[in-house]
């Protein structure tokens, strides 16, 4: 496969993407493409990605032999008509499907994939779902930025938005309230964040051989501080408010097709 890879886009989740596949980029030709790529150039100067090449396109774009990274707004993907044919399409393009994708790029992958910002540290939770056979070298590139996860139906892809897209945004909320509830409880702020932080760290790693519900049990005692607060969020409804808000996202990103 080639050797080319070119990005159309160049807001949040490519910088994430470019940072955290930095090492799979070695040996191969990397460019951006857009209105006004320049406006990444900072970015790419600051993480040692200057070897990148900046295309400035009006309405075509040139995709000939090159895996497309399709990381722009999903509306935008209008605004340009695509020349040539591209050697695989990967599209992290909430609510747009392939057969979308297909009557405006031509290649013979299509690859919907669904990152999350951690690309930024290597980190990502990434779902992904092409209709065909891909090349391992598409797995490798997804992965090469966090965890690829292969679902067996396009829609997944978009329902994935609530256990990778959006879930950082909904633990960063939860994540601030408990550090809060440290500094009401007298703890310094910084202090309340480094436990909290290390909080997670040590959930992360429990999480890899328990399930949520026996590290539950493992800390709530009898007539305890812990269930006590426990109940006190099952009668806010907070476990079905998340579900609700979960559920909101999946609709939002129903495919466009």
């Given at each position: 496969?080639?050797?080319?890879?070119?990005f159309i886009g160049y807001g949040q989740i490519t910088r994430a993407i470019l940072k955290g596949m930095q090492g799979a980029l070695a040996g191969r030709s990397v460019s951006i493409a857009g209105k006004d790529p320049s406006k990444?150039?900072?970015?790419?100067?600051?993480?040692?990605?200057?070897?990148?090449?900046?295309?400035t396109c009006d309405k075509s774009i040139e995709i000939t032999d090159s895996v497309v990274f399709l990381t722009l707004k999903p509306h935008a993907l209008g605004a340009f008509s695509y020349?040539?044919?591209?050697?695989?399409?990967l599209s992290a393009l909430a609510g747009v499907s392939i057969q979308f994708l297909q009557a405006h790029l031509q290649a013979p992958h299509f690859v919907r994939f669904m990152p999350n910002v951690a690309a930024f540290?290597?980190?990502?939770?990434?779902?992904?779902?092409?209709?065909?056979?891909?090349?391992?070298?598409?797995?490798?590139?997804?992965?090469s930025f966090g965890t690829a996860?292969?679902?067996d139906k396009e829609e997944l892809v978009?329902?994935?938005?609530?256990?990778n897209g959006s879930t950082l945004?909904?633990?960063?909320?939860?994540?601030?309230?408990l550090i809060d509830s440290g500094v009401r409880a007298g703890l310094p702020y910084a202090q309340s964040k480094e436990l909290v932080s290390q909080?997670?760290?040590?959930?992360?790693?429990?999480?890899?051989?328990?399930?949520?519900?026996?590290?539950?049990?493992?800390?709530?005692?009898p007539a305890g501080a812990t269930i006590e607060g426990l109940s006190v969020l099952e009668e806010k409804g907070v476990r079905g408010a998340i579900m609700q808000a979960c559920h909101a996202i999946a609709r939002r990103y129903k495919p466009k097709s």
């Open positions: 496969m080639t050797n080319k890879i070119l990444i150039a900072p970015f790419l100067k600051q993480e040692r990605l200057d070897f990148i090449t900046l295309q020349t040539g044919q591209a050697s695989a399409i540290l290597g980190l990502s939770a990434t779902t992904y779902f092409s209709p065909t056979p891909i090349p391992k070298e598409l797995t490798d590139l997804l992965a996860v292969q679902v978009d329902a994935s938005m609530v256990t945004a909904f633990l960063s909320l939860f994540t601030q309230a909080s997670f760290k040590g959930f992360s790693a429990l999480l890899a051989t328990k399930s949520p519900q026996e590290i539950s049990q493992s800390i709530c005692t």
